[in-house]
Nanobody, 125 residues
Framework: VQLQACGGGLVQAGGSLRLACAASVSTFSNYFMGWFRQAPGKEREFVAGISGSGRSTDYADSVRGRSTISRDNAKSTVYLQLTSLKPEDTAVYYC???????????????????WGQGTLVTVSS
């Protein structure tokens, strides 16, 4: 399994970014997709996740209402739209995937099997 994330960059506070992650898996809809982030000196934390079907989503409280996760199963790609960005959103954002059964959204990094290389989001004040 390979994950290729992109879309990070430098943005001013209040701005928006859309991250994308393309996965090389046999049947994309069989895989949970998620985004985690890690800021300097901090542990990796859950940001958002979406079930294989796309019907179930979950968000960290810190980004709920400011972010939207979505997926295009025909393109094997997951997206994370981030809006109203804050300096505390600065981090490396990692996409992750795990083969799942049913409407599963994984919130723990230990539950995720495969990781992309990360894309840096920097929010300036």
């Amino acid at each position: 399994v390979q994950l290729q994330a992109c879309g990070g960059g430098l943005v001013q506070a209040g701005g928006s970014l859309r991250l994308a992650c393309a996965a090389s898996v046999s049947t994309f809809s069989n895989y949970f997709m998620g985004w985690f982030r890690q800021a300097p000196g901090k542990e990796r934390e859950f940001v958002a996740g979406i079930s294989g079907s796309g019907r179930s989503t979950d968000y960290a409280d810190s980004v709920r209402g400011r972010s939207t996760i979505s997926r295009d199963n025909a393109k094997s790609t997951v997206y994370l739209q981030l809006t109203s960005l804050k300096p505390e959103d600065t981090a490396v954002y990692y996409c992750t995937t795990t083969r799942t059964y049913g409407e599963v959204v994984i919130r723990t990094s230990t539950g995720a099997n495969y990781w992309g290389q990360g894309t840096l989001v920097t929010v300036s004040s």
